[in-house]
């Protein structure tokens, strides 16, 4: 079945010719929506102007860093945010603008077999981190149902606004028991969202609870299963990595857990 009229393809992040060289594909299963910086070379965008199944959210200024949270994940979730409230759609998928997907098939079908999900590729998938981290997902690939993503950054922003997020950042290399990862906020405040609570609520839910909740509204698939695709990070200690799909060469092997550590 087709789901394109449902669905919208968020590709957040500044300007990269990665993603916009994949839009053709993109369009295939959704209306795209590029969220990204003023600051960005605009010229890349001369060819989507014009293109009706192509919106363009250029985003004037990035929101002051602050002691809470100084480095690129308020800048990965104000784009995604913006680029959200800029949909009119069911369901978004979102994906970083410094990596592709060629095929969304395997994932839009998976999300809906039960659409009260949040899907997501595996990533960096750790499910629950006791006293680390809780619904650690994977957020280079995801798709759920637009409103309560969307309404989940807006939590995350008023939190933050209101000097109430719970996260204390520590550079690399240093003690970082106090770090929340940019993929347990998406994951927490997307369960803040479907459950009207708050952030410190959830956080005081009972280990059963948390397993129950994890199980109940996230599931993630192998990457692999996205035709071809291009997938970056850098972070510690490994560094920064790309990893370009070619058959039987190059392909994520794996680094997921679904488990308590």
């Not at 100084?70 to 994906?95: F, I, N």
């Not at 994951?187 to 609570?197: H, N």
């Amino acid at each position: 079945m087709n789901y394109r009229k449902d669905i919208d393809i968020v590709i957040q992040g500044p300007l990269n010719k990665t993603s916009l060289q994949n839009i053709g594909r993109y369009k295939e299963f959704g209306t795209v929506i590029i969220s990204h910086w003023a600051k960005d070379d605009l010229t890349l965008l001369d060819e989507f102007i014009d293109d009706i199944d192509v919106k363009i959210v250029t985003i004037p200024d990035v929101y002051a860093a602050s002691s809470l949270v100084p480095d690129y994940r308020l800048h990965q979730w104000q784009t995604t945010h913006e680029g959200l409230k800029a949909s009119t759609k069911k369901y978004c998928v979102k994906v970083r603008s410094d990596e592709y997907y060629t095929d969304l098939s395997a994932l839009i079908e998976r999300f809906i077999l039960d659409d009260d999900k949040m899907v997501t590729g595996n990533v960096f998938w750790k499910g629950l981190q006791p006293g680390v981290s809780n619904f650690h997902i994977c957020d280079h690939i995801m798709i759920c149902k637009r409103d309560h993503f969307c309404n989940s950054l807006t939590i995350l922003f008023q939190d933050i606004a209101k000097g109430r997020l719970p996260m204390v950042w520590s550079p690399p290399g240093t003690e970082r028991e106090n770090h929340i990862p940019s993929e347990s906020v998406f994951g927490s405040y997307y369960l803040c969202s479907k459950l009207g609570v708050t952030f410190e609520q959830l956080e005081k839910k009972k280990k059963r609870e948390l397993k129950e909740l994890l199980t109940k509204y996230f599931d993630y698939l192998d990457v692999n299963l996205f035709g071809d695709y291009k997938i970056c990070w850098n972070s510690p200690p490994d560094g920064g990595q790309n990893i370009v799909f070619r058959p039987g060469v190059d392909c994520y092997k794996g680094q997921t857990r679904n488990k308590e550590e």
